[in-house]
């Protein structure tokens, strides 16, 4: 297949909706974000990789980052992490507190804001944030095989000072016995993954290796044991969209997460990994033209993990 035209066409196919969904209006920096940008990149097994539109330009990867951490501190903490955060779908908004107080400050999954709180809590473990954030940062680097993935400070700042919300969170999780390090420091390497900035086609290369067993087919690395990728792949399946992940299995039948900023990355197991990017958010804060685009792509390769047929519409 010919996929340099594939992505062109994909892109060209929900250019008309461009613009659509609300752009997240938290921050200064995501308020002023472009709705019109729309971006998409792949990577594939062979160390080829395609972008089209704006598949090249930087955006915060929000909580894309998510799937990297819960990565990072399953190598660290191995299935004791299950002992601090779930793995059921939250079936509620991103940034819920009801369930956190339901479930007694055990977050739901991993890929919701209080389970992500609770990754970077165990992630830092023993050190300090500032070498954690250190780690995710080479981890990156070298999953995407660019040394310029950086950390937009000015970013990480306004979402620290907009932070009431994910404050509370975490003050709720320690409340109830289920964090080990100060909350400020927990949030500090929490704001800071958020806005590491980086391309769909960086975010697509760095993913590869869990499409392929958790060894990355390119650099021949094993980064994680085939298990592992399995399960997070099964994680960002149930639960990679808040309360919208059901309709993306829906719609696209990939793994995937998606980010306030716009972002989506899936995971084309077997195949190779792909990212897209589009400012404008449907009321679950999933990309709208993101996931028009991500369905269009499963219809025109039969990509999706649970059969080929076309949409109805
Ligand atoms: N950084 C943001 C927050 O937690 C949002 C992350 C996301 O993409 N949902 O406030």
Redo the contacts with the bound molecule.
């Keep these: 297949m010919d996929y340099q035209p594939l992505l062109e066409e994909v892109l060209k196919d929900v250019s008309a909706y461009r613009g659509q969904g609300s752009v997240a209006g938290?921050i200064p920096t995501l308020a002023r974000a472009d709705p019109n940008k729309l971006g998409i990149a792949l990577a594939l097994e062979d160390g080829s990789a395609f972008a089209a539109g704006d598949g090249e330009e930087t955006f915060s990867i929000?909580?894309?980052s998510y799937v990297f951490s819960l990565a990072l501190a399953l190598h660290h903490q191995k299935s004791a992490l299950w002992n601090h955060v779930g793995r059921e779908p939250a079936g509620s908004p991103?940034?819920s507190i009801f369930q956190l107080e339901m479930e007694k400050g055990k977050p739901r999954n991993p890929l919701t804001?209080a389970g992500?709180i609770v990754v970077c809590d165990q992630l830092i473990g023993a050190d300090t944030a500032d070498e954690a954030v250190e780690e995710m940062l080479g981890f990156l680097r070298e999953r995407s095989s660019d040394e310029s993935v950086a950390i937009d400070e000015g970013l990480a700042m306004s979402?620290s000072q907009?932070?009431a919300?994910?404050r509370s969170l975490a003050y709720f999780i320690s409340a109830f016995g289920n964090m080990q390090n100060p909350v400020a420091e927990v949030l500090s390497l929490?704001?800071r993954q958020?806005s590491i900035a980086m391309s769909c086609r960086q975010l697509a290369r760095a993913a590869l290796y869990l499409a392929f067993d958790g060894t990355d087919p390119v650099s021949g690395d094993a980064v994680t044991v085939a298990s592992r990728a399995r399960r997070i792949n099964a994680l960002m399946l149930t639960c990679g969209h808040?309360d919208n992940s059901g309709d993306f299995a829906f719609r696209v039948g990939l793994p995937g997460k998606?980010?306030?900023?716009g972002g989506i990355l899936a995971i084309i197991p077997g195949t190779g990994a792909v990212c897209v990017w589009s400012p404008g958010l449907n009321a679950a804060?999933t990309s709208l033209v993101g996931v028009m685009a991500l369905e269009r792509l499963v219809e025109r390769t039969g990509w999706s993990l649970f059969g080929h047929g076309r949409s109805l519409g």
């Design positions: 938290y929000q909580s894309i991103v940034n804001s992500a979402e907009a932070g919300f994910n929490y704001y958020c808040y998606s980010a306030v900023s804060g």
